[in-house]
């Protein structure tokens, strides 16, 4: 079993509603993928994962969180050529245009990129709830 890690970012806990609902489907499919607040995860650690839940959500013009995400991003980016991602967050003005940055970036420091990235306006509605679960039992299932 590929062994996968949740690393996310939360101002108002959307984002990390967003991270438990992917891993209650990670268990769903009979894989475990623990939840790391990015401040909690080091760039060292990326070599131990053999596939990436990031989350974070749009803030200011449409970006990443600048204190503590993009850094940790940042840091990590040369990590992750060949390395399966999966990009999701929560976004409440803008339509969610972060995400396809965030998409673009990811894809050209070579990372797998699994589907195109999850959004959610606001906080995540039972729909979402399940698209997220959906999301972490896929993205498991596809590193089988």
């Given at each position: 079993?590929?062994?996968?890690?949740?690393?996310?970012?939360?101002?108002?806990?959307?984002?990390?509603?967003?991270?438990?609902?992917?891993?209650?489907?990670?268990?769903?499919?009979?894989?475990?993928?623990?939840?790391?607040?990015?401040?909690?995860?080091?760039?060292?650690?990326?070599?131990?994962?053999?596939?990436?839940?990031f989350g974070c959500p749009?803030?200011?013009?449409?970006?990443?969180?600048?204190?503590?995400?993009?850094?940790?991003?940042?840091?990590?980016?040369?990590?992750?050529?060949?390395?399966?991602?999966?990009?999701f967050g929560s976004y409440?003005?803008?339509?969610?245009?972060?995400?396809?940055?965030?998409?673009?970036?990811?894809?050209?420091?070579?990372?797998?990129?699994?589907?195109?990235?999850?959004?959610?306006?606001?906080?995540?509605?039972?729909?979402?709830?399940?698209?997220?679960?959906?999301l972490g039992a896929s993205?498991?299932?596809?590193?089988?």
């Open positions: 079993m590929a062994k996968t890690a949740i690393v996310y970012w939360s101002g108002t806990g959307n984002t990390e509603e967003m991270a438990k609902a992917i891993q209650r489907g990670t268990r769903k499919a009979g894989a475990e993928a623990p939840l790391f607040a990015v401040d909690s995860f080091g760039a060292d650690e990326i070599k131990d994962y053999d596939g990436f839940f749009a803030m200011g013009d449409e970006v990443l969180e600048e204190g503590t995400f993009e850094p940790f991003f940042a840091s990590i980016e040369s990590k992750l050529k060949d390395v399966p991602v999966a990009l409440g003005w803008g339509g969610g245009a972060w995400m396809k940055t965030w998409e673009e970036r990811a894809k050209a420091d070579g990372a797998k990129l699994f589907r195109d990235g999850l959004t959610v306006e606001n906080g995540p509605t039972d729909a979402d709830a399940a698209a997220c679960e959906e993205f498991v299932k596809s590193l089988r």
